[in-house]
């Protein structure tokens, strides 16, 4: 079955940096991770940033120029890079991918996120 595993969350103070990563796997079409979201204690979940199969990058206004997202050694795996972390990006992190199949997608899957905690 189709799989999307998030991790590299943790505890950091702030100003200091994470990498998380995300795998997707379990299909023999192709997995593609996507996005990142991010929801924090009694709040919505919201979009962090994404990155297209062509490597087009988008970043939420609150987390530009602190984070990069990126490909990993392989397409299925994705990582966000953050810096700089302030108290507010504490959240659990989560992972959307797709199913493609030439070129389109087909359909979407999420992992159950990574913590991450950023204190004073």
């Known amino acids: 079955q189709v799989q999307v595993v998030e991790s590299g969350g943790g505890l950091v103070q702030a100003g200091g940096s994470l990498r998380l990563s995300c795998t997707a796997s379990?299909?023999?079409?192709?997995?593609?991770?996507i996005a990142w979201y991010r929801q924090a204690p009694g709040s919505q979940r919201e979009w962090v940033a994404s990155?297209?199969?062509?490597?087009?990058?988008n970043y939420a206004d609150s987390v530009k120029g602190r984070f990069t997202i990126s490909r990993g050694n392989d397409e299925s795996t994705m990582y966000l890079q953050m810096n700089n972390l302030k108290p507010e990006d504490t959240a659990v992190y989560l992972c959307?991918?797709?199913?493609?199949?030439?070129?389109?997608?087909?359909?979407?899957?999420w992992g159950q996120g990574t913590q991450v905690t950023v204190s004073s």
């Open positions: 959307k991918a797709n199913m493609i199949r030439v070129g389109r997608p087909l359909s979407e899957y």
């Open positions: 379990g299909s023999t079409f192709r997995l593609l991770p």
């Open positions: 990155r297209t199969s062509g490597g087009a990058t």
